[in-house]
C-alpha cells in the first residue's frame, strides 16, 4: 500500500507542484482547495494518465468540520504518512493604516488556524503514542516572515511569522512522538498569488531584487517540500528552509 500524503491547497501553484511531485515520488496524494474545482479535477485527471494517485477535496483549510471530513476522506486511502500545510493567501495588499479586522481575521484564519487544524488531525494519526507510525509535516510558511512585508501585506508576513513559530514549537513537542515537523520560506514564486491580491506586476518588479536575478518556480519550492517528507531528512526537524534564490 502507498503511503498517503495530504496537501492542502493542492489544487495550484505550490500545493499543486508538490502533489505532482509527491504522486512520482509514489505517494497516494489526497489534497483540498476551497473555491476552484476545475483545476483540482484538472490535476487528478493528468495524474492518473500518467499512472499516478491522487484525489482532490473540497475543503476551506479555516474550517474545523471541512479539516476534520477532509483527513477521514483520507482515511480511507490508507494510513496517513504526511502533511503539507501549504493553503495560504496573502489578502489584499494594504498598509497598516488600511488595514481591516475582516482581512485580518481572513488571512490568519486561513495561514495561522488552518496550520492548527490540520495538524491536530495529522498527529491524531500518526503519533506513535496514539498507534501511529509516525510520520513527517511540512508547513509552507514565507521569507516574508523575516522581512516583514511593510507597505503591502505585514497582516501576511506577521501570519508567516506565526507559522515560523509554530513549526519550532510542533517540532520540539512532536519529535519523541514519532513525527518531524519542518517548514519551507519560499521567496518570490512564480504563481497565481501575487494576482489574486491585485498586484499582477509584482513578479516582473521585484524579481531583480532578488539574488539569482529571477523569480523560483513551484517545482523548486515542492523539491524541498518533498525532500523534507522523505527520510533522506530523517534527522532533520525544526528547520525553517529559506527557498528564495538569495532573499
Ligand atoms: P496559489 O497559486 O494562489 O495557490 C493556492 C492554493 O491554495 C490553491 O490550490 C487554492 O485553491 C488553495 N487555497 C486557497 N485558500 C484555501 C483555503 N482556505 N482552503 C483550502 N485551500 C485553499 O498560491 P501559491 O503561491 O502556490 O501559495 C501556496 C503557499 O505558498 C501559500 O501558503 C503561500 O503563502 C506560500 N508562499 C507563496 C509564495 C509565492 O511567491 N507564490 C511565496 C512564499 C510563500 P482555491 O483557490 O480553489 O481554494
Redesign the pocket.
Known amino acids: 500500500m502507498k503511503p498517503v500524503l495530504l496537501v ?9 507542484a508538490t502533489v505532482r511531485l509527491a504522486a512520482a515520488a509514489g505517494y497516494c496524494v489526497a489534497f ?5 474545482p476545475a483545476p483540482a479535477r484538472a490535476l487528478v485527471a493528468e495524474l492518473a494518465s500518467a499512472g499516478f494517485e491522487a484525489h482532490d477535496f473540497h ?4 474550517d474545523e468540520a471541512a479539516t476534520k471530513a477532509l483527513f477521514t476522506h483520507a482515511d480511507a486511502l490508507g494510513p496517513l504518512a504526511g502533511l503539507v500545510n ?5 489578502g489584499p495588499a494594504l498598509t497598516l493604516d488600511q488595514i481591516t479586522p475582516a482581512v485580518i481575521d481572513e488571512v490568519m484564519a ?2 495561522v488556524r ?1 496550520v492548527f487544524l490540520a495538524t491536530r488531525e495529522a498527529i491524531r494519526r500518526m503519533a506513535r503514542d496514539l498507534g501511529g507510525d509516525g510520520g513527517a509535516i511540512v508547513n ?1 510558511s ?3 516572515a523575516a522581512l516583514g512585508g511593510g507597505g503591502t501585506w505585514v497582516h501576511y508576513a506577521a501570519s ?1 511569522g506565526a507559522v515560523d513559530s509554530f513549526t519550532i514549537g510542533a517540532a520540539a513537542e512532536l519529535a519523541s512522538r514519532g513525527i518531524r515537523v519542518n517548514a519551507v520560506n ?4 512564480d ?4 494576482a ?1 491580491a491585485g498586484l499582477n506586476e509584482r513578479l516582473a518588479r521585484m524579481a531583480t531584487t532578488v539574488p539569482m536575478g529571477r523569480a523560483g518556480s ?1 517545482e523548486e519550492v515542492a523539491r524541498a517540500i518533498v525532500w523534507l517528507l522523505s527520510d533522506e531528512a530523517s534527522y532533520i526537524t525544526g528547520a525553517l528552509l529559506p527557498v528564495g534564490g538569495g532573499r
Not at 519560499?186 to 514564486?189: A, K, N, R, S
Not at 504563481?191 to 501575487?194: C, N
Open positions: 492542502t491547497g493542492g489544487s495550484q501553484g505550490i500545493g499543486a483540498s482547495y476551497s473555491r476552484n475543503a476551506d483549510a479555516a501549504n493553503a495560504g493567501i496573502t486561513i495561514n488552518g509552507v514565507s521569507r516574508a508567516k519560499p521567496g518570490l514564486i504563481t497565481d498569488i501575487h489574486k513551484a
